[in-house]
């Protein structure tokens, strides 16, 4: 399973990699990955015009986008589009942070769910 990972790096900016979790067979349910410990979930909604400044993450957490379009700036310039089906690993919860910004015009829904760490 392709996740996003956002972090900061020792240049105290936001970079972003690819992690991909593994999968393993589990019959006719599908394939499934590890367990991975979570704190909490959250209901989010943007409206169409959302655009944020850069901005640290306020905690760990994965965002799964349910729909809607975003662009994410990194703190060094690079811009990467997301959308609904998307998960993203959001650690960069020091330094600059990045951006983020509504694309579509249309309301964004999404799911973050906390993390204590990985």
Do not use: C
């Amino acid at each position: 399973m392709k996740v996003t990972h956002l972090y900061t790096g020792e240049d105290n900016e936001t970079h972003f990699k690819e992690i991909d979790y593994e999968l393993f067979d589990n019959g006719m349910i599908g394939w499934l990955s590890n367990k991975i410990k979570v704190s909490e979930l959250i209901f989010r909604e943007t409206d169409g015009n959302y655009n944020y400044d850069f901005h640290p993450a306020p905690q760990k957490q994965f965002i799964v986008l349910l729909d809607g379009e975003i662009e994410i700036e990194n703190g060094v310039g690079e811009k990467r589009r997301f959308k609904a089906g998307d998960i993203l690993l959001v650690e960069d919860v020091t330094g600059r942070g990045h951006k983020t910004k509504s694309v579509d015009g249309k309301p964004r829904r999404s799911i973050f769910i906390t993390i204590g760490h990985l």
